[in-house]
């Protein structure tokens, strides 16, 4: 999501990547824009947390050995799981969950 940045970054992995990509196709320009920001002021966040020895954002699950933070995005109906990749200086954002609504 941030090709040749070198502080953290957020990955979105091929299934998260194909739920923006639809979000994008089916004209929600927007909050696709909105989550790819978030997710990249998430790397951020995750990466001072990290740093400080903080817990990072999330409700934490650990799965075959790797813990994934559950995290709903406010104001936005997104929910998506990451996990954390100190030695690359990453998140990798996998089960990107968009509810769409009809009125």
């Known amino acids: 999501m941030n090709p040749g940045s070198k502080g953290w970054t957020a990955v979105a992995q091929?299934?998260?990547?194909?739920?923006?990509?639809?979000?994008?196709?089916?004209?929600?320009v927007d909050l696709h824009d909105n989550i790819v920001r978030f997710?990249?002021?998430?790397?951020?966040?995750?990466?001072?947390?990290?740093a400080s020895g903080n817990?990072?954002?999330?409700?934490?699950?650990t799965i075959r050995g790797v813990t994934w933070?559950?995290?709903?995005?406010f104001d936005d109906p997104v929910?998506?799981?990451?996990?954390?990749?100190?030695d690359e200086l990453q998140i990798?954002?996998?089960?990107?969950?968009?509810?769409?609504t009809t009125d």
């Open 14 to 28: 091929i299934t998260a990547s194909k739920v923006l990509s639809q979000m994008r196709a089916s004209g929600f």
């Open 39 to 50: 997710l990249n002021a998430l790397a951020l966040e995750v990466g001072s947390a990290v």
């Open 55 to 61: 817990p990072p954002p999330g409700l934490p699950m």
């Open 69 to 73: 933070y559950s995290m709903a995005v």
């Open 79 to 86: 929910f998506f799981n990451y996990s954390i990749y100190p």
């Open 92 to 100: 990798r954002v996998c089960d990107l969950i968009w509810v769409i």
